[in-house]
């Protein structure tokens, strides 16, 4: 079972707006995260999941709107903002993006290196704290192309939680794992929260672990939210995107021939 939500926003999203060119890929974004909340996005291939997570994330510039993040303005404008936040936040990437020329203790250090000025021990007994913690005693000194891809990920969950953020953000974790490691994965996101009260967002178009770990889910359509409520209120929608998303139906959608006729003849700079 999720926990109750604290009704203490560290996420405030307003009217974001966020393209790539011409291209509008986010339109009008609102949303709030409290804290201690497993957060949930979902929506289908094009929807702006991706692009709203780079945004909460700093990876990409927005057009108009605001971020907010642990009380501050998050993105490009406010550097010394995003340098503070930036140390409060952890990110477990969809591939790992574990370092293959050092170990996985070594990897799980390297926050560590980074933005504090521990003595080795004392860096090494965390590292093994949060082995401990995802279910990796004993593997601090293997290389990663030792470890299975669900191992990978867990290891990059223990360096992402190497600094106990107050912000953790995951990019897909479940993709490319096979079901069972996945719904072990799903378990290991519910443990490291009840551990660490860290607030945690993750994207995601699995649907059954979506369902699983969730406070609440934001579901995305064409750039805009299309509703944000609890696993039961997404599942009794009267959305029909909605709908269709949680019963696997293809989407049929009604195409302008004219519009369709002129991006086909359209002049391409």
């Known amino acids: 079972m999720t926990q109750a ?38 929506g289908g ?3 702006g999941k991706t692009t ?17 993040l642990l009380g501050k303005k998050f993105h490009y404008g406010y550097p010394k903002h995003m340098s503070e936040v930036r140390r409060q936040m952890g990110v477990a990437f969809q591939g790992g993006a574990l370092f293959g020329s050092m170990t996985v203790g070594e990897n799980i250090r390297l926050p560590l290196r980074e933005h504090t000025r ?3 021990n004392t860096m090494r007994i965390m590292t093994r704290i949060k082995l401990e913690l ?10 990663p192309s030792e470890l299975s891809g669900g191992m990978v990920k867990r290891a990059a969950l223990a360096r992402s939680i190497i600094l106990d953020p107050k912000l953790l953000f995951f990019d897909e974790p479940s993709a490319g794992l096979d ?39 934001t579901v995305l359509g064409k750039g805009e939210v299309l509703m944000t409520g609890t696993v039961e209120e997404i599942r009794n929608s ?8 949680l019963h696997r139906r293809p989407r049929e959608e009604d195409q302008d ?13």
């Open 134 to 143: 995802v279910n990796l005693a004993g593997f601090e000194d293997l290389m």
């Open 257 to 269: 021939p004219e519009d369709y006729l002129r991006r086909l003849t359209a002049k391409r700079h």
């Open 52 to 68: 709203l997570l780079r945004s909460l994330l700093g990876l990409k510039e927005i057009a108009s709107g605001s971020i907010h």
């Open 45 to 47: 291939s094009g929807s």
């Open 118 to 120: 521990l003595d080795e």
């Open 179 to 217: 079901p069972v490691t996945s719904a072990e994965l799903d378990e290991l996101i519910l443990r490291v929260r009840g551990a660490t009260r860290t607030t945690i967002v993750v994207v995601t178009h699995e649907l059954d672990s979506a369902l699983k770990i969730a406070d609440r889910i």
């Open 5 to 42: 939500t604290s009704g203490n926003a560290v996420i405030e999203v307003e009217n974001l707006v966020v393209g790539y060119g011409d291209r509008t890929v986010l339109n009008g974004i609102t949303l709030s995260v409290d804290s201690g909340e497993i957060r949930v996005i979902m």
């Open 238 to 245: 009267d959305d029909s995107r909605i709908q269709d998303m």
